[in-house]
């Protein structure tokens, strides 16, 4: 017998679960045809589902088209702040990851043309910015989250 959802929230997250699987497995191929190593193409693959499940969920992305680099600050403050991303190489890898990522998506027609170089040109403005908040959220006493982030 079929499984029956008692809501439809329950048949969306479903649904997002369905295709974040499916494009992170469809990433991983395309990372092993680049001849990656294994370790490699398992944390690009973990940091873009993490950014997935970022959209998902925080932002209330419904379709892979709707992606953009505007989302980029808000998943790295995001992931900062969760404590994924708690070294200068930890953000370092998952920028890269993310580059990558845009870049399968544009091949596949995913996201529009472009947004794979406006995701790299705002990921190498901001790298800069990123690393300094990272450090001061670590190494600054001052225990207000909103004077370090500012995001709310």
């Known amino acids: 017998m079929p499984k029956q959802t008692t809501n439809s929230a329950e ?7 369905r295709i974040k699987d499916l494009t992170i497995r469809n990433f991983e191929g395309y990372l092993r045809r680049q ?19 970022f959209l998902y969920f925080a932002e209330g992305l419904e379709t892979l088209e709707e ?3 505007e989302y980029i600050s808000d998943f790295i403050e995001h ?5 994924l991303t708690p070294s200068q190489s930890a953000l370092q890898t998952m ?3 993310l580059k990558k990522f845009y870049v399968f998506l544009e091949e596949k ?5 472009g947004t794979a170089q406006g995701v790299s040109d ?24 909103d004077s370090i982030w500012g995001l709310f």
């Open 11 to 17: 048949s969306e997250e479903e649904k997002a679960e």
């Open 79 to 83: 992931d900062c702040i969760r404590g």
């Open 35 to 53: 001849n990656l190593a294994a370790s490699t193409i398992k944390k690009h693959g973990q940091n873009a589902y993490d950014y997935l499940d």
């Open 95 to 97: 920028t890269a990851s």
């Open 109 to 113: 027609g995913r996201v529009s043309r």
């Open 122 to 145: 705002l990921i190498k403005s901001g790298l800069p910015y990123w690393q300094a908040r990272l450090y001061r959220y670590y190494h600054d006493d001052d225990d207000d989250e």
């Open 67 to 69: 992606l953009s680099a």
